[in-house]
């Protein structure tokens, strides 16, 4: 009899347990507001991994609470908050910085191409590199758009963009640069060769 008694009320408390059994509400709702105030932060952008890993641990915890593992489901929704919070953080810091550098190679970028603009306009014509001085224009105009798109992606906070934009800028500059001393010394060669006899 005694152990008849015993098993109902296991079985009792057992049931009473798995009655009070909830869904972890209060911590799927605070891993989903870290989401959101993560990728608010550009945290999809700035901390891609830890945002990801984020999203998918958020996504496994819900996935547990459909199959009434409800214990399981809390700890991967307090740990989608902790990554939430760190993608926040990250993304952040990632950002300034991104910001930053893009600023540093515009800047010196912008002051190259000034001064590859000025060489160009002071560039004899018809001295045996018209070809190559038309071309490098139009290789200059390209650097000049980019570093273009660069200061407005950063003026719209699309830091990424906006170094990757100058840093188009920067290569191009590089190209340009190397291809305007041969130009000059194609002129230089010309005008070696068109000298009048006297002077040679």
Do not use: H
Not at 75 to 87: C, G, N, P, T, V
């Amino acid at each position: 009899m005694r152990s008849v008694l015993t098993f109902g009320l296991v079985v009792m408390v057992a049931l009473v347990f798995a009655g009070c059994a909830q869904p972890p509400e209060e911590e799927l709702k605070a891993a989903e507001e870290a989401l959101a105030k993560a990728q608010s932060a550009g945290a999809d952008v700035y901390a891609t991994e830890v945002y990801r890993s984020a999203k998918n641990t958020l996504d496994d915890a819900k996935s547990k609470v459909e199959k009434n593992d409800y214990e399981a489901a809390k700890s991967s929704a307090i740990r989608a908050k902790e990554l939430a919070d760190q993608a926040r953080s990250q993304a952040e810091t990632n950002k300034a910085k991104t910001r930053d550098e893009a600023q540093a190679v515009i800047n010196s970028t912008a002051g190259g191409l000034a001064d590859i603009r000025s060489s160009l306009n002071n560039a004899p014509q018809g001295k045996g590199a018209d070809e190559d001085l038309d071309q490098l224009r139009s290789d200059l105009g390209q650097a000049e758009a980019s570093i273009g798109d660069a200061r407005s992606n950063l003026s719209s906070g699309k830091f990424k963009e906006a170094l990757a934009s100058a840093r188009l800028a920067e290569s191009k500059l590089g190209q340009v640069q190397g291809s305007v001393q041969t130009a000059m010394q194609k002129i230089e060669d010309w005008k070696e060769k068109n000298k009048v006899w006297f002077l040679r």
